[in-house]
């Protein structure tokens, strides 16, 4: 033991003697010299300083040097992309610092557009060398042999899935070509070509792969889409140029249906219809503003309804008809029924959407409708209800104490009127 602490000790003392050496000459050396030689000082010192850092650093000379060239780059286009991927690749045989390339690449993929495209993201798997990441034994193939460039991958992988796109069969090939079998990158692609072709169609809205860039062909899908709870639904578009007192030179999306347009017509004078919103729906990355006509709900209706109608998606009592009494038939039942837009809280007209989402495309919007069969419109008060997202934004930035209270902005469309509703 004592053999030990003698040898320790020893240690110490020689480590801290050679630290004193290495930094004795950068912590004690001054420079005295006068002004007649100060010129020559100070060429001395830099030629100190020059050879420290080429002890320090000899073989830094060799390495590339590190830069970023999609931020760089003037032209953000595919083409663009994929040739600074191959002058990457053309560089250097050993391929240096490919892992921070492919990461700087993905970063700047949305700049050039090429984010959704399958072929870049071939292109910049294919720039790791091949066969130099396959694992030998079973201790390197589950502790992650190679770690950072698989986890490189991952990453790029985990990016694809984010963006939507499903990779082929040609980027598994890739894949054991760099990793082998038995790396992790590979178990990634498996999970997801398992699960992206299951969810790829599943929704009962889809969308071309290459969604249009148009905000009016945008509109129509998003249009579209909500009248699906409707399926006799008629989308109409219109201009307000057709219009003479209209300001905003727009378009609007409107939907409807036949049954909304029943309801609209059987309306009384005396109750007044409200345009709410704007209210959001995304279409992949876009989003469209859309607007509700609507009025309260009527409870004389509502009361009025058969009491023994069943609601079809009330799970709470649900009748087996093998125990106890059988369930009634519903085909023999007389009263009411009650149609998908006249809910609870209120009664959906229509829905539209414009090209500036302003009051007087609203406007526009009742007055194209009284011009296409709904002319008790003229007779009945509208009000405007408009939720904004503005003075919330404002207070985050300047505090509450200098924003004004959220209020809604109500505007009579017929007549002068005033909201009594908060």
């Not at 391929?95 to 959704?116: Q, S, T």
């Not at 796109?165 to 590979?186: I, R, T």
């Not at 889409?225 to 057709?242: A, G, I, P, W």
């Not at 414009?354 to 008060?381: M, N, Q, V, Y």
Request: with cysteine; hydrophobic share 35%; aromatic share 10%.
């Amino acid at each position: 033991m004592i053999r030990k602490l003698h040898c320790i000790l020893r240690l110490h003392g020689t480590v801290s003697q050679t630290l004193y050496r290495q930094q004795a000459p950068t912590i004690f050396s001054r420079n005295y010299a006068t002004n007649e030689g100060s010129a020559n000082a100070k060429d001395t010192n830099k030629n100190n300083n020059a050879k420290r850092a080429g002890a320090a650093g000899g073989s830094s000379k060799s390495l590339p040097a590190i830069r970023n060239p999609f931020a760089a780059a003037q032209e953000k286009t595919k083409n663009t992309y994929l040739t600074m991927v191959e002058i990457f690749e053309e560089r250097d045989v050993h391929r240096r610092n490919h892992v921070e390339f492919i990461y700087a690449a993905l970063k700047h993929m949305p700049d050039f557009g090429v984010e959704h495209d399958l072929e870049v993201y071939k292109a910049l798997i294919n720039v790791m060398p091949k066969g130099k990441f396959i694992p030998t034994n079973v201790f390197q193939s589950e502790f992650m042999h190679f770690p950072k460039q698989q986890q490189c991958i991952i990453d790029l992988l985990e990016q694809m899935e984010d963006y939507g796109v499903m990779p082929d069969y040609e980027m598994e090939a890739m894949l054991l070509n760099v990793f082998g079998k038995k790396g992790h990158p590979l178990r990634k692609y498996w999970r997801m070509m398992y699960w992206m072709p299951k969810f790829k169609n599943l929704s009962p809205w889809p969308l071309p792969d290459q969604v249009p860039d148009d905000t009016l062909e945008i509109a129509k899908l998003a249009v579209e889409r909500m009248c699906t709870v409707d399926l006799r639904s008629k989308v109409n578009v219109f201009e307000t140029k057709e219009l003479k007192d209209s300001l905003d030179d727009t378009w609007i999306v409107s939907g409807m249906s036949p049954e909304q347009s029943k309801l609209l017509k059987e309306h009384s004078p005396q109750k007044a219809l409200y345009i709410e919103g704007p209210f959001h729906i995304w279409i992949r990355n876009r989003r469209i503003n859309y607007f509700t006509l609507r009025a309260d709900a009527d409870a004389e209706f509502l009361a009025q309804l058969d009491e023994r109608q069943l609601d079809e998606d009330d799970v709470s009592q649900i009748g087996v008809p093998f125990f106890g009494r059988p369930p009634p038939r519903r085909h023999n039942q007389l009263g009411q029924v009650r149609s998908v837009h006249q809910q609870d809280d209120g009664t959906i007209f229509a829905i539209c959407a414009t090209g500036t989402s302003t009051k007087d495309s609203l406007l526009s919007w009742i007055r194209l409708l009284e011009l296409h069969g709904f002319a008790t419109l003229g007779e009945i008060p509208v009000l405007f209800r408009f939720t904004s997202t503005v003075p919330a934004k404002a207070e985050e930035i300047a505090g509450p104490s200098n924003v004004p209270a959220h209020t809604r902005d109500t505007t009579n469309s017929n007549k002068t009127q005033s909201d009594t509703n908060p």
